[in-house]
């Protein structure tokens, strides 16, 4: 990956990675719907008005309305949803840390719209990978009903939207400016969830801190507005496995700001964790190839450098 598309993807790590953190302390006094849809309506009214400054429009196809669709669904108001939700029963840095297993999905995932073949290599790493996810798991699995262990198959079913999303805008959106897809999904979204969120949380009388308004702020304007921009710009440019990268860096950001600003605590097995689905992702992106091609100059020169001196 060149270095203008790493550069970007770092930032977007840091944004979504802070998404963690604003999502627990907003959560604690606004019921989940109602905190996703205010999300999605800040961030569309945000990205609306930013296309009118540009003097873009969302004059789109009705197949590509129709993919709009269909990633509003999937990249926002179920995976949105389900973190919010998950992230009222567990930290927030364990919730970065499954939400990380995005990559290990969007492998298995490829072959189905971009070619992206599920080679061996990937599918070792697919499997270490999860391996992780059941260390996190861990003894939660034989009480499938606790809110701690339905709060964390919440958030791997979230990563499985992430990832649909992004090979399906891999395969499907490329033909418009990043702001009008980023724009035209939040609008779509939020017009899905908005009957849903009145229905169930009844939010009329809803009374928010200071703090709370304030991250809820920020998820609308940077994790959703800005940061969808980033993400479609960034999905046209490079493949969709080299985007899954971003998974190393936020659970990084989200647990350093989890242990800074809300005092959480990892134990052994998230370490462990953490350490196994980091290592599947390595290897499904073929980093340790990578890594290798480059060294492997450096040790050709030092070998002849000693050979001459001989």
């Not at 606790?146 to 919440?154: I, K, N, P, V």
Request: aromatic share 10%; charged share 10%; hydrophobic share 55%.
């Amino acid at each position: 990956m060149r270095f203008p598309p790493l550069l970007v993807l770092a930032l977007l790590s840091c944004i979504w990675g802070t998404s963690f953190l604003f999502t627990k302390v907003t959560v604690e006094e606004v019921p989940p719907l109602t905190l996703v849809e205010g999300r999605l309506l800040l961030a569309g009214a945000v990205l609306l008005l930013l296309m009118r400054r540009l003097g873009l429009s969302l004059s789109l196809t009705p197949r590509l309305w129709a993919a709009i669709t269909f990633m509003g669904l999937v990249n926002n108001v179920i995976p949105f949803t389900l973190i919010t939700w998950g992230q009222q029963h567990i930290d927030s840095s364990l919730a970065a840390i499954l939400n990380s297993t995005m990559p290990l999905f969007t492998v298995v995932i490829a072959p189905l719209w971009i070619k992206e073949s599920l080679t061996g290599e990937r599918a070792a790493g697919v499997l270490i990978g999860f391996a992780g996810v059941f260390v996190l798991l861990g003894a939660d699995l034989g009480a499938i009903a606790e809110s701690s262990t339905l709060g964390q198959l919440a958030i791997i079913g979230a990563s499985l939207g992430y990832a649909t999303g992004t090979v399906f805008a891999r395969r499907y959106l490329q033909e418009r400016p990043p702001v009008v897809f980023a724009a035209s999904q939040m609008v779509v979204a939020s017009a899905l969830l908005l009957p849903v969120a009145l229905a169930v949380d009844t939010p009329f009388d809803l009374r928010v801190s200071a703090k709370a308004a304030l991250a809820w702020t920020a998820l609308g304007v940077l994790s959703s507005g800005l940061a969808y921009i980033i993400f479609f710009w960034l999905i046209q440019r490079i493949a969709a496995i080299q985007f899954s990268l971003i998974a190393y860096l936020i659970p990084l950001v989200a647990v350093f700001l989890g242990w800074l600003v809300l005092d959480e605590r990892l134990g052994a097995d998230s370490f462990g964790g953490l350490a196994l689905i980091v290592l599947g992702v390595f290897i499904v992106n073929g980093t340790w190839r990578a890594l290798l091609r480059r060294l492997r100059p450096a040790a050709v020169v030092r070998d002849n450098s000693g050979s001459s001196d001989g």
